[in-house]
C-alpha cells in the first residue's frame, strides 16, 4: 500500500509558529482551525488534545512534578 508510511501535517495560519518546537502542537491547532467551521465539536476535541500537549510540554521543559498516572484535569489544577 503506497503511502501508508508518509506523515501529514497541517499548516495553519495561527499555529504554525510552534512547528520548529513541538511538531505535534502545530498539528492539533492546524487540524483544529481546518475544521472549526465544518465540525466545532471535531475542532474542539483537538483542541482538548492541544491543550494536554501543551501541559505535558510546559511540565518537562519547567522539570515540574506530576503522579505518573494523573489526569490532565489533576495537572491543570495543581
Given at each position: ?57 510546559i511540565y518537562k521543559e519547567e522539570l515540574l512534578p506530576r503522579m505518573p498516572q ?9
Amino acid at each position: 500500500m503506497a503511502g501508508m508510511n508518509r506523515i501529514y501535517f497541517m499548516k495553519s495560519t495561527n499555529f504554525e509558529f510552534l512547528r520548529p518546537e513541538n511538531n505535534l502542537l502545530a498539528n492539533l491547532g492546524g487540524l483544529a482551525e481546518a475544521v472549526l467551521h465544518l465540525d466545532p465539536g471535531s475542532a474542539l476535541t483537538r483542541l482538548r488534545g492541544f491543550a494536554e500537549e501543551l501541559t505535558k510540554a510546559i511540565y518537562k521543559e519547567e522539570l515540574l512534578p506530576r503522579m505518573p498516572q494523573s489526569s490532565f484535569y489533576e495537572w491543570r489544577i495543581q
